[in-house]
């Protein structure tokens, strides 16, 4: 057991927001047969949403291309998911949640507290939902206001989902501490798309979107690596965690925890396996634990 | 896998609202009940269960089956798959039960084929609305028996495949594959439950699906959890026991909706 913002986790391994996490179902066989630390829901909004057409996800050689387009029963339909993850999953239980505006973000958060969730991740970082996500994730001073007005109407920890879609990602880091936050998650899927050369088309219904998986990694741990100089907060590290490997590599680089996402596609049991390669590593190496990888890379001057 | 282009090489008219579309692509490794995500580019992608190694048989539903009609030999959707898990493979000698309703007998048809290249002994329980529904008789009929049920009594006996269903003896056969509208196969499945068989019974579900690849989660089932594109679409009995099959399933937006 260690400590997250408050949070007891049984291990590091989190469940990404937007994989797995439609019902509460799910998020319980992610946590119970999975074996993640805690998991985040899919990404709630105010209104119930069906999401950009199919093809909304397709895999390529270096990773998964996607753009579901938040799609979500709304707050008051996943009330019920919410309950039921955090009666049965055993673990943590993240909301993740969307707005157009910081008026919006609190309305979903306070429609949602009655499930009672651990704590909130916020969505600023979606690139591929008009208005919503990297629309607002975007501008330093937007994602300060939502942070601050979410963390004035909750009593639980608030963590910011970040975008590398952003000339400098410490400056919205930045602004989300000050707005209060409890934690950073770094990063969300970089811009990409495909195009179908048969016919000219590109592939995914809402004709670009975001990558994730292998390809994404090297980004994700220089994102990690500069919001830990930049941050005192603690960060959550996402982006192409498929190994333990990846999980200590992203924690040296300076994050207290990983999210996994894409990884999945392989085994739900993803968790455990990374989470027993951690621990294996630590006794290889004498250290006592997680937390002396964390922002141990720093050190190595 | 980006999607393949699959060409159109020819088009059978099954039922008044039920084609096949021959592509000229064979899918070697496909096992009977695997589906392929069939993109009808600028429309949607929507999951087909494949009727044979190269073709899919698909009825007019909604906007994206009503622009695929509109396709003619020589045109060209995309393809993805084949994906999830199909039917058990029978062996040699066994006895299979198949039962299927209305387009259902599409991931059904290559089962019957299958069972039959090992000698197993096939009884097919086909039913649709009326006897202009009926698709693939003829190929149920090339592996064994075939019992014809209709809701309109246009052929065969006049009712459901329950109706059929519960004159059989289940106790004979080694396994039982099922597919058809929601509301039959839960039928189906209180029977079998009744006659304590369900160990031996599998069904293949249709929910909307999103990625098709197991990641985003929008068909996972309850209370298991099990995500329909990967972990299915076909599921043994035992894993459907005390899930939401014949009670509701979920819309785009990830609401439950009542069967």
């Known amino acids: 057991m260690y400590t997250l913002t408050g949070l007891e986790l049984k291990n590091p391994t989190i469940l990404a927001a937007g994989i797995l996490g439609t019902t509460g179902a799910s998020l319980c066989r992610v946590a119970c047969e999975g074996g993640a630390g805690a998991v985040v829901t899919k990404s709630i909004g105010p209104m119930p949403k069906t999401g950009h057409p199919n093809p909304s996800m397709v895999r390529l050689e270096c990773g998964f291309l996607n753009a579901m387009g938040l799609p979500n029963p709304s707050y008051p339909g996943f009330l019920q998911e919410l309950e039921i993850a955090k009666k049965d999953s055993g673990v943590p239980v993240i909301a993740s949640i969307f707005g157009g505006t910081a008026a919006e973000f609190t309305e979903v958060a306070e429609g949602l507290l009655p499930g009672k969730p651990d704590a909130f991740e916020l969505n600023v970082s979606c690139p591929h939902a008009e208005g919503y996500g990297a629309a607002v994730g975007t501008n330093p001073c937007l994602v300060e206001a939502i942070t601050a007005a979410v963390k004035d109407v909750v009593n639980v920890p608030v963590w910011v989902k970040l975008s590398p879609n952003v000339s400098d990602i410490t400056c919205i880091g930045t602004a989300a501490e000050s707005g209060g936050a409890d934690a950073v998650v770094a990063i969300n899927t970089l811009k990409g798309m495909a195009i179908d050369i048969e016919s000219g088309y590109p592939v995914l219904g809402n004709r670009s979107g975001g990558l994730s998986g292998k390809a994404v990694k090297p980004v994700a741990v220089k994102c990690v690596y500069d919001l830990y100089t930049a941050l005192e907060i603690p960060i959550i590290g996402v982006g192409g965690v498929s190994s333990w490997q990846d999980a200590v590599e992203m924690m040296m680089a300076g994050a207290s925890a990983v999210q996994i996402g894409s990884a999945v596609y392989d085994r739900v049991d993803i968790f455990s396996e990374i989470s027993t390669g951690i621990e294996a590593f630590l006794q290889r190496k004498g250290y006592s634990n997680v937390k002396r990888l964390i922002g141990l890379s720093h050190e190595m001057v | ?259």
């Open chain 2, 1 to 259: 896998m980006l999607p393949l282009n699959a060409t159109i090489v020819h088009i059978t008219e099954e039922s008044p609202s039920i084609r096949t579309f021959f592509f000229d692509l064979e899918f070697e490794t496909m096992e009977p009940g695997q589906f392929v995500m069939v993109w009808i580019r600028g429309v949607d992608e929507v999951p087909m269960g494949l009727s044979r190694k190269n073709s899919i048989t698909v009825q007019k539903v909604g906007e994206a089956t009503s622009k695929l009609f509109e396709l003619k030999e020589g045109d060209s959707f995309g393809l993805r798959g084949p994906f999830g898990k199909g039917f058990s493979l029978p062996s040699k000698g066994e006895k299979i039960l198949i039962i299927a309703g209305g387009v259902g007998s599409a991931p059904l048809a290559p089962y019957a084929d299958a069972a039959c290249a090992v000698d197993s002994k096939v009884d097919t329980i086909l039913g649709a609305r009326s006897a202009d529904d009926l698709i693939f008789e003829e190929r149920f009929a090339a592996a064994g028996e075939v019992y014809v049920s209709t809701d309109d009594g246009s052929k065969g006996t006049k009712g459901f495949v329950t109706d059929i269903l519960s004159r059989l003896d289940v106790l004979l056969y080694d396994r039982i594959a099922v597919c058809g509208p929601e509301i039959m196969m839960a039928s189906v499945f209180r029977l079998l439950e009744d006659r304590k068989v369900l160990e031996k019974a599998e069904f293949s579900l249709h929910r909307y699906f999103k990625c098709g690849i197991g990641v985003c989660g929008a068909c996972c089932i309850d209370r298991s959890g099990l995500r329909v594109c990967k972990d299915g679409p076909v599921f043994s009995g035992v894993q459907l026991l005390d899930s939401e099959l014949g009670r509701y399933t979920r819309d785009a937006s990830g609401r439950r909706v009542k069967i």
